[in-house]
């Protein structure tokens, strides 16, 4: 339940928060395939109740009304249709599974597709589930829960929605038919939302039971879904996610919350040279790493004060480190622009999401902040994929926060988080050429839009970041972006 299964030579996984299936197969044909992007986490397809006593807030989607997969996002002829595209595209899909719960008791209770349910019940008839299939004795999760009781924090309602009990064999049966659907359909696996809030044990027989990747979709036979578990763990609560990594990989927060120290310059970089489990992290086989997500970026999920788009610049330092160290299979957030924390996607006063746009520059409009098109960003995926699987070599630190170091003899970046110019002849460990900065600018023919390196026959390199760059990182690589 640890691979991913990405194409060969992919990888780095994009969640497209809110996008609609039609734009998410256009921009796997259009963008996501070419640049050599691994994945996608969607948000949950399956019916959610609309809510728009709060003008359709993008949480709505976390209040699951049934397993159909009829949302804003689409229907599943949709969904079938981007599956197909997609996978031939190269790029793989995991859904966000929201099983641990149905809705709370919203003032509302219409779903995306249409269906009804009777909160005060328990009732939920186009799964169905009715009350027996919930935990009882009605209770509700308090802050206190988290530090000292974990049977509360699994079996209590997580904000009041509705706890379903996975010890039901009934209810065990709608979420392996759910998912095995969506595995036939053509998804590579699944991000495991709540995963804290249910029981380890009855987390793995659902697993179990989940069907092997569809081979008509390109996956090798006996392949199994990929599953990361949604479990917040910073320390010093009763539930550990250590107690998820027996049964599938597990989100690491805590790569979010000490990249984001570290690049808004509160923790130096040259620490950097440990990263990884020394740090307190997971294992790296374990590991799914981000900077922010759909929570955090926002506030919510107990926030955590992690860079996100608003802070462009040491953002996207501390999403190059993430990308560029061997350490944890990465995810980026892809957002849309909010100054309110509840407010919905763009959309129209029918509640329909609006399409993100591409400009001229390959940058997003209407509202999308596409992280994933920032040059920055899909330059750094580049570089991962070139990377591979070397290790990392010729670590080099001027002792405060200027950083280098190489990927095998494939690729080399540098960081310059000091308030002074890093200007050093540094060992690249690439073969004698000239380089294309795939961070400052692009390849044009035999040209370079930005910074050209030149790395002699002893691979070393004078290497410039001036403090007061545009960014604060450089790259080069062997692949075709980077070699002039
Ligand atoms: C909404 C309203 C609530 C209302 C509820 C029911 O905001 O006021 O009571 O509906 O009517 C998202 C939003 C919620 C929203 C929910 C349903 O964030 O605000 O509630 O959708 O619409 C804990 C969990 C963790 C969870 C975070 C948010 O452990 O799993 O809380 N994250 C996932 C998703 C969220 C989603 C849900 C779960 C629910 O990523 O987007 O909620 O499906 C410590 C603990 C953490 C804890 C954190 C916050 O850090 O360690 O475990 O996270 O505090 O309590
Ligand atoms: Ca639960």
């Not at 996984?13 to 044909?29: G, R, Y």
């Not at 609309?50 to 209040?63: A, D, K």
């Not at 997580?158 to 009934?170: F, I, P, S, Y």
């Not at 996100?308 to 299979?329: D, N």
């Amino acid at each position: 339940y640890k691979n991913p299964h990405y194409a060969p030579g992919r990888s780095v996984n994009v969640h497209l928060f809110e996008w609609k299936w039609d734009d998410i197969a256009t921009e796997c044909e259009n963008f996501l395939g070419p640049r050599g992007f691994g994945g996608i986490q969607i948000s949950p397809p399956n019916e959610n109740v609309v809510l728009w006593t709060y003008n359709r807030p993008w949480w709505e989607r976390y209040q699951p009304m049934s397993y159909l997969l009829d949302t804003r996002s689409g229907d599943e002829a949709q969904f079938a249709d981007m599956l197909r595209r997609c996978n031939s595209a190269g790029v793989r899909i995991y859904v966000d599974a929201v099983i641990n719960h149905m809705t709370g008791e919203p003032p509302e209770n219409v779903g995306t597709a249409g269906s009804t349910a009777t909160f005060s019940q328990w009732d939920y008839p186009a799964v169905p589930f009715t009350w027996e299939h919930f935990n009882w004795p009605h209770c509700v999760i308090d802050g206190m829960d988290y530090v000292n009781d974990a049977w509360r924090v699994r079996n209590c309602e997580l904000v009041g929605l509705k706890d379903l009990n996975q010890a039901n064999e009934h209810v065990r049966n709608m979420i392996v038919n759910f998912m095995n659907h969506l595995i036939d359909l053509g998804v590579a696996g699944f991000r495991i939302d709540a995963a804290k809030h249910m029981w380890p044990h009855d987390l793995e027989i659902i697993y179990n039971r989940l069907n092997n990747l569809n081979t008509a979709h390109g996956f090798p036979a006996n392949a199994r879904p990929y599953i990361y578990q949604e479990v917040i763990d910073y320390g010093g609560e009763a539930i550990s996610r250590d107690e998820y990594t027996p049964i599938g990989a597990v989100t690491e927060f805590k790569v979010g919350m000490e990249l984001s120290r570290a690049f808004r310059g509160n923790n130096q970089l040259k620490w950097l040279e440990s990263w990884g489990p020394q740090w307190g992290l997971l294992e790296h086989s374990d590991a799914l790493t981000f900077i922010d997500n759909h929570d955090n970026e926002r506030g919510h999920g107990g926030g955590g004060a992690m860079l996100t788009y608003k802070e462009p610049r040491p953002y996207k330092g501390a999403i190059a480190f993430l990308l560029a160290h061997p350490y944890g299979e990465p995810q980026i957030m892809s957002s849309f622009a909010f100054h309110d924390s509840e407010i919905g996607p763009p959309m129209n006063h029918l509640g329909q999401i609006i399409s993100p746009s591409i400009n001229s520059d390959g940058s997003c409009g209407n509202g999308w902040v596409c992280q994933h098109r920032w040059r920055q960003v899909f330059a750094m995926v580049a570089f991962r994929n070139v990377a591979g699987n070397t290790g990392l070599n010729d670590w080099w630190s001027n002792g405060f926060n200027q950083i280098a170091f190489c990927r095998g003899g494939n690729a080399f970046v540098a960081f310059n988080n000091d308030s002074w110019d890093l200007n050093q002849n540094l060992q690249t460990c690439l073969p004698a050429g000239r380089y294309c900065d795939v961070i400052s600018g692009v390849k044009a023919g035999n040209t370079c839009t930005g910074k050209t390196v030149t790395v002699g026959n002893d691979g070393r390199a004078i290497i410039n970041v001036g403090a007061l760059d545009y960014d604060m990182m450089l790259a080069i690589h062997i692949g075709t972006e980077s070699r002039l």
